[in-house]
T-cell receptor
Framework: GAVVSQHPSRVICKSGTSVKIECRSLDFQATTMFWYRQFPKKSLMLMATSNEGSKATYEQGVEKDKFLINHASLTLSTLTVTSAHPEDSSFYIC???????????????FGSGTQLSVL | GENVGLHLPTLSVQEGDNSIINCAYSNSASDYFIWYKQESGKGPQFIIDIRSNMDKRQGQRVTVLLNKTVKHLSLQIAATQPGDSAVYFCAENNYGQNFVFGPGTRLSVLP
């Protein structure tokens, strides 16, 4: 299957610092990537849709100035958690759709996730 | 999202038995479905998908069944192994819109 690479897998930072998480599609071009947050023993919560070459679309309640998304190329999207605080500690996961010509039934593949711990 | 705050249901099965994980989806117009497996500390892993024009699809040791009449999706795992222990999510998609994920089911395989 298609490969989505996410880095880093784990990061520990001090409160007030910013953390950047990278998501790469390794063997396909992804015009759209997605960022999720997942709390322990809970389902995936969509944070935003990252669109190559344009602004990200944020879900209701997600602060766009807090979670900066950049999708500068067809294979890379980044999520930057700015001025991180302990309540931002969570498991962050990206995903990307493998494009099809008719844009239907496009499989969604996930990165390996990033565990963020803010001290 | 609407699934935040729900506690995961758990299914416990004996090693070697068959497992059936169920999912009720919400949108009768959904036309594409995927099952994912998520191990602790990892991202969800694609298992198998099915389109709405099918009611059954088989993979290696896994079978997905789709009942559009009652909006029900199930994942059957044959001869469950300890390595199958994980959280399983179903996801539905409506003609290219964003995927909507189920709350997940934790599968525990007993020795």
């Amino acid at each position: 299957g298609a490969v989505v690479s996410q880095h880093p897998s784990r990061v520990i930072c001090k409160s007030g610092t910013s953390v950047k998480i990278e998501c790469r599609s390794l063997d396909f071009q992804a015009t759209t990537m997605f960022w999720y947050r997942q709390f322990p023993k809970k389902s995936l919560m969509l944070m935003a849709t990252s669109n190559e070459g344009s602004k990200a679309t944020y879900e209701q309640g997600v602060e766009k100035d807090k979670f900066l998304i950049n999708h500068a190329s067809l294979t890379l999207s980044t999520l930057t958690v700015t001025s991180a605080h302990p309540e931002d500690s969570s498991f962050y996961i990206c995903s990307a759709r493998v494009p099809r010509a008719d844009a239907t039934n496009e499989k969604l593949f996930f990165g390996s996730g990033t565990q963020l711990s803010v001290l | 999202g609407e699934n935040v705050g729900l506690h995961l249901p758990t299914l416990s099965v004996q090693e070697g038995d068959n497992s059936i994980i169920n999912c009720a989806y919400s949108n009768s117009a959904s036309d594409y479905f995927i099952w994912y497996k998520q191990e602790s500390g990892k991202g969800p892993q694609f298992i198998i998908d099915i389109r709405s024009n099918m009611d059954k699809r088989q993979g290696q040791r896994v079978t997905v069944l789709l009942n559009k009449t009652v909006k029900h999706l199930s994942l059957q795992i044959a001869a469950t192994q300890p390595g199958d222990s994980a959280v399983y999510f179903c996801a539905e998609n409506n003609y290219g819109q964003n995927f909507v994920f189920g709350p997940g089911t934790r599968l525990s395989v007993l020795p």
